[in-house]
């Protein structure tokens, strides 16, 4: 990978939220030389990202001599991954303890966030002056934890499996619980104005206003997400695997921003990579993959740059990570299909339409692969079995080009810490700048 930009460890340690995420992909693009498309007119040639809620953003590089009808190049992933969210009002006390209720977001392996040490970052939104402001903030200390019940407390829970309400169990503690006149006192100031010293516990506001740059602001609401505070890292005897929460989806981000900075875009092409939030929840949102946000920008281009999108000549990637086979449940893959990590990203097939892959689009993405020497698999599930699905039936539809499903394999998927394989990264980064680099003939 290119040494000016970011390990992928590095990525993952500060992408601690969607705000974060992005904030790190609008960086590296603007280091490479792309510009904000909302304040500029578009142009052959140009190089812009757009960006939505913070939490999405799209990338475009118009090729210079494009004619009035170009093919396009499209990936997209997304931003979001299952996790803990403060709800607007938090505060809670029990047992001495001071905690911060939370609603699960996505569908979470949620016995695994217990007993970790968790932290917290977001976005908080403020009115100065009359003017809207917003900041984000990253906790970064370990600051939360959700404590398991002891076994003797309750050895009938654990002979069945981790049995827990997500409504009262998932409540994690902040810190010892205060008096009245201590958390009033405690309270930040920013935070007392619209009342939200009132809708959470003052030491949780106090780790945010600590994080916070600007101080004498009038805080409205927040928008947070709990994470684990231990960093990402490379594990294995040989260091060949990542061990990191959010692989799903930002290790697919990061693949694809690095093939899409490194590459040669053709001059007759639109190349355009798409990062979206909310997949987890089903991306009916205004950040979302279903939203109008890539129209909006695809329609920017034609608008000032006279470039309609040739659909029939253009491809679409969507880049979601896949299930590695597991070694203590062999049987649960299909036997055909059984993804291995470090050997390359898997190519999704499913007749019921859950993943987007269509047959002419998988032939140029395996045709291109097998020329740059890049190893790929292909996935299934069991028929008995449940599946995910992906943004890419979203957008293949919307847009009505052919696309590909495809994603890195990996063990854990939706865990608060997940795994998948070093070299992988390499692959599907070097699939995406051959993606947007090869022609792609369509008789």
């Not at 705000?19 to 992909?25: C, G, K, P, S, W």
């Not at 106090?206 to 505070?229: F, Q």
């Not at 000549?313 to 086979?325: Q, T």
């Not at 998988?362 to 996935?379: L, T």
Request: hydrophobic residues 35%; contains cysteine; proline residues 4%.
């Amino acid at each position: 990978m290119a040494a000016h930009r970011k390990s992928i460890t590095d990525f993952l340690a500060k992408a601690t939220s969607p705000y974060h995420a992005v904030l790190e992909i609008k960086g590296e693009l603007e280091r490479k030389g792309y510009i904000d498309g909302r304040k500029e007119e578009l142009s052959r040639g140009g190089k812009y990202f757009f960006e939505r809620n913070g939490t999405a953003l799209i990338a475009v590089s118009i090729g210079g001599s494009c004619s009035s009808r170009a093919p396009a190049r499209i990936s997209a992933a997304h931003t979001d991954s299952p996790c803990l969210r403060v709800r607007y009002k938090s505060v809670r006390e029990s047992e001495g303890l001071s905690q911060v209720l939370v609603e699960p977001y996505g569908g979470g392996i949620w016995h695994t966030w217990f007993d970790r040490d968790l932290s917290v970052a977001g976005k908080v939104v403020y009115e100065e002056g009359g003017r809207v402001g917003e900041e984000l903030v990253d906790v970064s200390d370990p600051v939360l934890k959700v404590p398991t019940v002891a076994i003797h407390l309750s050895p009938g829970m654990y002979q069945k499996g981790a049995e827990f309400n997500k409504e009262t169990n998932i409540v994690p503690i902040i810190s010892s619980a205060l008096s009245k006149e201590e958390e009033t006192r405690r309270s930040p100031a920013c935070f007392k104005k619209h009342g939200l010293d009132k809708k959470h516990a003052s030491t949780l506001l106090g780790c945010i206003e600590r994080k916070m740059e600007k101080k004498n602001v009038h805080v409205t609401g927040m928008d947070l997400s709990m994470y684990e505070a231990v960093p990402p890292c490379l594990i294995g005897a040989q260091r060949e695997f990542i061990s990191s929460g959010r692989l799903d989806d930002l290790l697919m981000c990061f693949c694809m921003l690095e093939g899409f900075l490194d590459a040669g875009h053709r001059e007759d092409t639109l190349s355009v990579a798409c990062f979206f939030d909310n997949e987890e929840v089903g991306s009916q949102s205004y950040q979302g993959a279903s939203s109008s946000f890539l129209p909006d920008v695809l329609e920017r281009v034609a608008d000032d740059c006279g470039i309609k999108v040739d659909k029939e000549g253009s491809v679409f990637i969507s880049a979601d990570n896949a299930h590695a086979s597991h070694p203590n449940y062999v049987g649960l893959q299909e036997p055909n299909s059984a993804p291995l990590m470090n050997h390359g990203p898997v190519i999704k097939h499913k007749q019921t339409q859950q993943y987007c892959t269509n047959l002419r689009a998988a032939c140029f993405v395996m045709c291109a692969m097998r020329k740059h020497g890049i190893p790929f698999q292909e996935f299934t599930t069991r028929s008995d079995s449940g599946c995910g699905s992906t943004i890419g039936p979203i957008l293949s539809s919307q847009l009505g080009i052919a696309g590909v499903d495809m994603g890195n394999p990996q063990l854990g998927m939706h865990s608060v810490r997940e795994t998948a394989g070093v070299d992988d990264v390499g692959h599907s980064a070097k699939f995406f700048r051959v993606f947007y680099e090869e022609e792609f003939l369509c008789d």
